[in-house]
């Protein structure tokens, strides 16, 4: 059973990397940095700007978008809230940067990332979840800023969904950051509402969990027991993620290897 659900999942893996590349080859000849410059401009708040980034992934191969960029966020900064940083900082990270912009671009993250530290606080379970999540995707080190998410969150945890918990410790893993009480605290969060839980977010959690080698067995037999139903649905990765966490971790679950 498992080797069919390889062979499925890798045809979709196949897919999905086909469609990456033909997102990824740069700019299109529809590209127009003028309209993007005057689109940047004409934004009035963060949700604008926001938009602008998320549509426009190319917008750091622009030197003249760029040049607009900086000054807008500079002017929007002061009336951010929360969701605005968590929103922006999003957009950022799912930004195609040649190497001749990434100094800029990671300038901005980083200023950003410092507003959401000072507004920590006022964080909802998705901004912190996002926030980090941008910072991983990115490789971006904030060792005061991991730790200032991890105390805002445990107090709301229960407020984490699905994408939420596994962004949160999948970030985390990423970037070799441990933080125990964070850990367990998700497990008991993650439990209760593990049937809504995705193929990835499965995979996801354990393996972060594996990555820290933060023992939680009655996580990992939950998540078996959500997998199985599901198992078609998993890609090539994520099968590995799964498999590769549970022998890390010595958890023995002979159904999930069956299926």
């Given at each position: 059973m498992f080797a069919k659900s390889y062979d499925r999942a890798g045809d979709q893996g196949r897919a999905r990397k086909a469609n990456h590349r033909q997102r990824t080859r740069g700019p299109s000849n529809a590209f127009n940095p003028q309209d993007l410059v005057q689109q940047i401009g004409s934004s009035r708040n963060c949700f604008e700007l926001g938009k602008v980034l998320r549509e426009n992934p190319n917008l750091f191969f622009s030197e003249d978008a760029i040049r607009a960029l900086i000054p807008k966020v500079a002017e929007l900064k002061p009336k951010m809230s929360a969701r605005n940083v968590a929103g922006l900082l999003n957009a950022l990270a799912k930004a195609r940067v040649p190497p001749e912009s990434r100094q800029v671009h990671q300038k901005l993250m980083l200023v950003l990332g410092e507003l959401a530290g000072r507004k920590i606080e006022d964080f909802e379970a998705r901004d912190i979840a996002m926030t980090l999540n941008a910072f991983a995707k990115r490789g971006l080190r904030s060792s005061q800023?991991?730790?200032?998410?991890?105390?805002?969150?445990?107090?709301?945890?229960?407020?984490?969904?699905?994408?939420?918990?596994?962004?949160?410790?999948?970030?985390?893993?990423?970037?070799?950051?441990?933080?125990?009480?964070?850990?367990?605290?998700?497990?008991?969060?993650?439990?209760?509402?593990?049937?809504?839980?995705?193929?990835?977010?499965?995979?996801?959690?354990?393996?972060?969990?594996?990555?820290?080698?933060?023992?939680?067995?009655?996580?990992?037999?939950?998540?078996?027991?959500?997998?199985?139903p599901i198992i078609d649905t998993f890609e090539s990765q994520h099968l590995a993620n799964t498999v590769n966490a549970f022998a890390k971790m010595d958890h023995q679950h002979p159904l999930l290897f069956d299926e």
């Open positions: 800023f991991f730790e200032e998410a991890a105390e805002a969150a445990i107090p709301i945890i229960r407020n984490f969904n699905a994408q939420d918990v596994a962004n949160t410790v999948n970030a985390f893993a990423k970037m070799d950051h441990p933080q125990p009480m964070l850990f367990d605290e998700v497990a008991k969060a993650a439990i209760p509402i593990i049937d809504t839980f995705n193929s990835q977010e499965l995979a996801n959690t354990v393996n972060a969990f594996a990555k820290m080698d933060h023992q939680h067995p009655m996580l990992f037999d939950e998540v078996a027991a959500a997998a199985i």
